[in-house]
């Protein structure tokens, strides 16, 4: 039995002004005693449940660093991550349960894990291309650390203030922390046990696949095909991946959808108009050879464009929530001088601004020190600066995202593009500037995936009624944790796969994107007509968006078709087929006519399958590295020939699918 504070989790007021409580800082009023929880969903029982503890420590740093490398080979091979708050409380709870752990306790460990796991999407995203441009051999340790490090905890530090803002004030729906509150109460406060075997038969069944095919070379990884119709190239494929399958199921097709109809109209219109205007120039004329260097040299710059101007118009929107956070935490700073810490309620208590400013502004000399380096002393520093002074900004844009779409779905590739662009504008013919240039981005794109998953947090921590302050310092625990691994991580996987487009190797179409944006930056050969080309797609999305979102209330986020766009398209095939699965599963639920509590508890296994999936394929694939990298021979685990069968990874992926809407379409319970 886990210790609970209540048998359920109320509404309750928190005590007035009088009482010790400072006023609702949404209000300028210095005089307004109205409560400041109005709008914070607190246990009536929470003061004597224990937050912190030894044992909650330990599992932080062990799990924070295990799903840390799960994450860092997502995004090599998929280009993205996941949030992994939910598998983090699941598998917590499985090791606390004998010791009767509180809620609070879990929802700290599970704050700490995912903050230190979400960390590896500033690294893979980013750090890579410069061992795709040549300029290091793998990813130097102490530059990684600090880069990673420096982000992380500026992510953490520039979040606390917007999180009454976004948290409290705002009305986004912040998708995984929601659910991660709801899991929780659903599992400790009602005493339902989570199913740990469906975890454990996804991890089974994906780590089955990624030994098949990429290490025993049993079967394809993913089955291409191309056509030539009238002098125009057709090319469709799908991807045997269970974790990009599981990648769709969570993201569900209103995103899987979105990303999917970016890559129709690239390699179905795009590509196939671009096989007419440079037949000359195509040096293979084989189809699905052709096909692949029209995306790999012109096509994939569209998505390029489109992207950057994503960015922009996210940039745009969120100039007034932006100003709000900032005028929240001035207010809560006059409050704490004038009451004292303490007069703050538990559950609005944060890390006070003249530390969050101390704090970051100390930040500033590793960093400095880091691009210092690598390039002359006045780039450094004008580099630190431009590092700074973006910083807050970016990691608003991604904290407004994450409440949007999830941590898990936060398109932190456009605000880390736009901050490219802009240093590579400001430092290009510097000494190294390049270099300088994906560190810079690098650190802006860690601190916008920290910043959205700290907001997740502790929007979570607001539905439990968790302290806010232990939060903050558990995610800082897990990002330093992680920090000091990801590099020889990263460079195990690069070491024993490599990078590029090579059949075995890690795609890393992110770090590509950022290769490719800098060195044409930096060369003045960037496709310039691709990218307006992708610039206009974007505008006309975004237009789009407004009158959809204005006459129906349906969003059609601009980035997630540049996304489309841009990712090879046996990757959005298979993204999309999870997120169709998903939908399927509500439709079938919804005949069913099931209770809502059996439908969340549906939903709750389908997401607990999928992850597993995720973990089970991620981790098989940090097996293989080590194996490969110990011995030296990339081939030493395989037993298939020259020519793999394509129909046993076929027949995987399919029965992966069927047992995923299986596993979701359950009768009432």
């Given amino acids: 039995m886990y210790r609970t504070p209540s048998e359920d989790f109320t509404e309750v007021p928190a005590p007035s002004l009088r009482n010790g409580v400072v006023g609702d800082l949404s209000d300028t009023s210095e005089n307004d005693a109205s409560p400041l929880l109005t709008r914070s969903r607190v246990s009536a029982d929470l003061t004597n449940i224990r937050e912190l503890s030894v044992r909650s420590t330990i599992i932080v740093i062990i799990m924070s660093i295990l799903f840390g490398v799960s994450n860092c080979y997502l995004g090599l091979f998929a280009g993205s991550t996941i949030s992994v708050s939910i598998p983090s409380a699941i598998i917590s709870l499985a090791m606390l349960k004998p010791f009767k752990a509180s809620v609070m306790e879990i929802n700290l460990i599970q704050t700490g894990v995912s903050a230190g796991a979400s960390l590896a999407a500033g690294v893979v995203y980013t750090l890579p291309a410069l061992v795709l441009m040549g300029n290091w051999a793998q990813l130097r340790y102490w530059e990684t650390v600090m880069i990673s490090l420096v982000g992380g905890l500026l992510g953490i530090l520039f979040s606390i203030p917007l999180r009454r803002a976004l948290v409290i004030e705002s009305d986004l729906p912040f998708p995984e922390g929601v659910a991660t509150a709801e899991f929780l109460k659903a599992t400790i406060v009602r005493n339902r046990g989570p199913k740990f075997l469906l975890v454990g038969l996804g991890a089974l069944l994906g780590s089955i696949t990624k030994l098949g095919d990429s290490a025993m070379g049993l079967w394809y990884r993913s089955l291409d095909g191309a056509l030539r119709m009238g002098g125009a190239v057709f090319f469709t494929g799908v991807n045997l991946s269970p974790a990009l ?52 040299n012109y096509s994939r710059y569209i998505g390029v464009g489109a992207m950057l101007t994503g960015g922009l118009g996210v940039l745009f929107s969120m100039a007034i929530p932006i100003w709000r956070g900032i005028k929240f935490s001035i207010k809560a700073y006059r409050i704490v001088l004038q009451y004292g810490f303490h007069s703050i309620a538990r559950v609005e208590r944060d890390l006070p601004l003249p530390l969050i400013i101390g704090f970051a502004l100390f930040l500033l000399i590793p960093i400095g020190i880091t691009y210092g380096m690598v390039t002359s002393v006045l780039t450094a520093v004008g580099s630190t600066l431009i590092m700074f002074f973006t910083g807050f900004l970016f990691t608003a844009v991604g904290a407004y995202m994450a409440g949007i779409v999830g941590a898990g779905n936060n398109p932190i590739s456009g605000i ?48 439990l009624g968790a302290t806010p302050l232990y939060q903050q310092m558990f995610q800082a625990m897990g990002v330093i944790v992680f920090s000091f691994v990801v590099g020889p991580v990263v460079s195990l996987l690069i070491n024993a796969y490599g990078l590029g487009t090579g059949s075995s190797s890690l795609p890393a179409p992110q770090a590509q994107l950022m290769k490719s944006v800098v060195e044409s930056m930096f060369s003045g050969q960037i496709p310039t007509s691709m990218i307006l080309t992708g610039a206009a797609l974007a505008l ?21 078709i540049a996304l489309g766009l841009y990712l090879p398209f046996d990757f959005c095939m298979t993204i ?47 097996f293989i590295a080590a194996t490969i990298a110990i011995s030296s021979d990339p081939y ?16 995987l992926l399919f029965t992966t699918i069927l047992v995923q809407f299986l596993v979701a379409v359950q009768r009432e319970t």
């Fill in 576 to 622: 999309f087929l999870g997120g169709l699965c998903s939908y399927i599963g509500e439709k079938v639920q919804h005949k069913m006519h099931l209770s809502e509590k059996s439908s969340k508890m549906n939903e709750n296994d389908g997401l607990m399958f999928a992850s597993g999936l995720i973990t089970g394929e991620a981790l098989m694939g940090i």
């Fill in 636 to 651: 030493v685990l395989s037993i298939g020939g020259a020519d793999p069968y394509w129909w046993p990874g076929l027949i």
């Fill in 540 to 560: 006309i999305v975004i237009v789009l968006d407004f009158v959809t979102t204005w006459r129906f209330s349906v969003r059609i986020p601009v980035l997630n």
């Fill in 416 to 463: 880390t593009l736009a901050t490219i662009m802009l240093a590579s504008i400001i430092l290009r013919g510097s000494e190294n500037g390049a270099v300088v240039v994906i560190m810079i981005g690098s650190v802006i794109c860690t601190a916008a995936a920290v910043g959205g998953d700290t907001m997740q947090d502790l929007k979570t921590g607001n539905l």
């Fill in 245 to 296: 399958l599981a990648v769709g199921y969570i993201m569900k097709l209103r995103v899987g959808g979105l990303i999917f109809i970016g890559a129709i109209l690239n390699w179905f219109v795009i590509v196939p108009i671009l096989s007419v205007v440079y037949n000359d120039e195509i040096p293979d004329r084989e189809p699905i050879r052709e096909a692949r260097y029209i995306w790999m």
